[in-house]
């Protein structure tokens, strides 16, 4: 599939988004011959979507996020502005109130940047409050990825517009909406699986019993990645939410060190300094010349998720981490349609 046909499908708005990826992989006549009539128009937004710094990218690309792949309902296509290297890190989402106390916003700000300067990626939805601190947090040492509830180009708050220039400069503004698509009350909840999708953590700080960001920590769960939640103020209802997660099971977070060591990369038992983070994050490389997964690959031959849960009986969702250390190290490579290769 050409990207052209694959923006042709993010122009269709009832577009049904559950098990697309298995549908356009089997090559399903239905979804082709929608892409191909649609195919004109596709390329004239692509192109004036270019002249204002958008791009698109394609699922079957080798640079789409894998994570996002391995979700039940990916999008055809991510619509962005910023470097796209941002999305090769391990990344963490972190979403909470929008009406967030003076507390929660010190606390996201901070945590933001700790993670950030630990070399992983924050990765929120741009919205007032936790999300933005977070945000803000991020770009004092490293990189964020926003991911909104409309076009690229339509920022939602307009506040918000000057983070947005920001998080494109050191990091992505990201879309699975054609440029132009206003914020509608529904595409939020529908974004909130894309945040949860790219991250393999989400942190929730400050959400009442109704939160939107209950809906991100639910999404994590569906697809299998941790949720964490940070404990707050248990005489101002607003953190009800947060501690209902960790009634059930939620890990508590009290600063960017128990995201990390709950994540697997730092000492079990201690607090790691940034630095020890970031040396952790590279231990893979490692452990990778003995690893079982190297091992039960043929060199050079390409291997989807589902194909390399099927070889090593490792579910899907436990796998993907592994996969994406492994690529970090240099030990496996990325190809088209989210496949992977060990390299000759």
Not at 14 to 21: H, N
Not at 182 to 190: E, L, Y
Not at 263 to 289: K, V
Request: charged residues 20%; glycine residues 10%.
């Amino acid at each position: 599939m050409t990207l052209d046909e694959a923006v042709a499908l993010s122009l269709i708005p009832d577009l049904a988004r559950f098990g697309l990826v298995e549908r356009l992989r089997s090559g399903d006549p239905v979804l082709l011959d929608q892409a191909a009539r649609l195919a004109d128009r596709a390329r004239t937004v692509r192109a004036c979507a270019a002249r204002e710094g958008i791009q698109a990218l394609a699922w079957n690309d080798p640079r789409f996020p894998v994570p996002l792949l391995a979700i039940a309902d990916s999008p055809p296509v991510l619509w962005y502005r910023g470097a796209l290297d941002a999305l090769d890190a391990p990344a963490v989402a972190i979403v909470g109130s929008r009406a967030a106390s003076a507390v929660a916003l010190e606390t996201a700000t901070r945590v933001g940047a700790d993670l950030a300067a630990m070399g992983i990626t924050v990765v929120s939805g741009l919205a007032r409050g936790v999300d933005s601190a977070a945000h803000r947090g991020a770009l004092r040492t490293g990189r964020t990825i926003a991911v909104l509830g409309s076009g690229v180009d339509r920022v939602y708050p307009t506040e918000h517009r000057g983070l947005a220039e920001e998080v494109a400069v050191a990091g992505l503004v990201v879309s699975e909406y054609p440029p132009g698509t206003p914020p509608r009350g529904f595409h939020f909840p529908q974004r909130n699986r894309l945040i949860s999708g790219l991250s393999r953590a989400v942190v929730v700080i400050e959400a009442s019993e109704r939160s939107g960001s209950l809906i991100t920590a639910a999404c994590a769960l569906d697809q299998g990645r941790e949720v964490m939640a940070v404990p707050g103020n248990v005489l101002s209802g607003r953190s009800r939410g947060a501690h209902a997660l960790i009634r059930d099971g939620a890990k508590i977070v009290e600063g960017a060190d128990d995201i990390v060591v709950e994540l697997g990369h730092g000492p079990e038992g201690t607090r790691s300094a940034a630095g020890a983070a970031t040396s952790s994050l590279q231990r893979p490389a490692a452990a990778a010349p003995v690893d079982p997964l190297l091992r039960a690959m043929h060199a050079g031959q390409p291997y989807d998720l589902d194909g390399l849960a099927g070889l090593t009986g490792v579910d899907a969702v436990r796998l993907l981490p592994r996969l994406l250390d492994l690529e970090l190290a240099g030990l496996l490579r990325r190809i088209d349609g989210g496949r992977f290769m060990r390299p000759a």
